[in-house]
């Protein structure tokens, strides 16, 4: 039984796979935010898809329902889509894949879309990813990378070097089914605070798609995403500046990265990054480019400071 279904097999050019996974890699919803956004910048067609009956535990990560007028219109299931769209400016094509990390059968998931990557003929792979860690608001999202092709290290001249050795996600599973299939492969990561991982986080998606930018060599003109940044950044400070307990924590984050201390990965990421529920439409969040509203933002962070109290 095949794993990926296709409604065409489009031909591309020399194409570059982009790959975001809803869960545990997506801390802030930083992935699948960047990725939604690619997919609506470059106008991608979807040609593929992976049936998640197979892969997906449907109580973990639940099917969504719309209902209008007392009457259900659709239901929507946690599909792993395949989409593909020219690049601005650039005669290569862009192999986008959007999904949830499966809860099953890893291997069998990470191979199909390895083998599709060399039926493509993909020149270069690229995963999105999202960390929650000790890093303040108010600094740039530092973005890390990782490649397993020293020549595309690099490339890599302005991202902190990847530094970790611990459990994987679905996108450490993919990466080295994609090196033993001899495609070149790179993993983004964005560093986004722990006390802001609840909520999508523009800022943390627009980190990614300026660090994708130089390696697939065109400009992506993330103009929706810098505006959705600088609104999510004020409507913090308005929630900070309210509160003199969360002031004082940030300002300790600040000194400490000013005396050169490394952010550290939050301990707690999986429990964060994997609350399915916050996660809604990602095409809503870039159609319309939502942004938590105040009142959600003080209520995480209010959540935040409760559990700092417990832990002390």
Partial sequence: MSTIHFS???????PILVAAFRGWNDGGSAATVAAAFL??????????????DRFVDYQQTRPMVSIEE???????W?????????LPNSKRDL?????????????????????????????????????????????????S????????????DDLEPVRYEGPTGIVGVLHDDLSKAGIPSASLWAAVPHYLGGNPNPKAALALVQALEPL????????????????????????????????????????????GDEYDEDEDEDDDADDDDDDEDVDDITSETRIPSGDEIAAELQEFLREQRDDS
């Fill in 8 to 14: 065409s097999k489009p031909a591309l050019r020399d």
């Fill in 39 to 52: 997919k609506n910048r470059c106008e991608a067609k979807r040609f593929a898809v992976i049936d998640p």
């Fill in 70 to 76: 007392g009457q259900v219109r659709e239901i929507t």
């Fill in 145 to 156: 990378g990782a490649a397993h092709d020293p020549a595309l290290l690099e490339r890599f």
């Fill in 78 to 86: 946690p599909e792993t889509e395949f989409f593909h769209a020219r």
């Fill in 216 to 259: 697939v060599e065109c400009e992506l003109s993330p103009t929706e995403l810098e505006k959705a940044s600088a609104e999510f950044d004020r409507q913090i400070a308005r929630v900070v500046e309210k509160d003199a307990e969360m002031r004082s924590y940030v300002t300790d984050l600040e000194d400490r990265l000013d005396n």
């Fill in 95 to 143: 192999l986008l894949v959007i999904g949830v990390e499966p809860n099953f059968r890893w291997r069998e998931f990470s191979k199909a879309i390895a083998e599709l990557a060399v039926e493509t003929n993909v020149a270069l792979a690229v995963t999105l990813g999202g960390l929650l860690a000790d890093t303040p608001h108010t600094r740039a999202i530092p973005v």
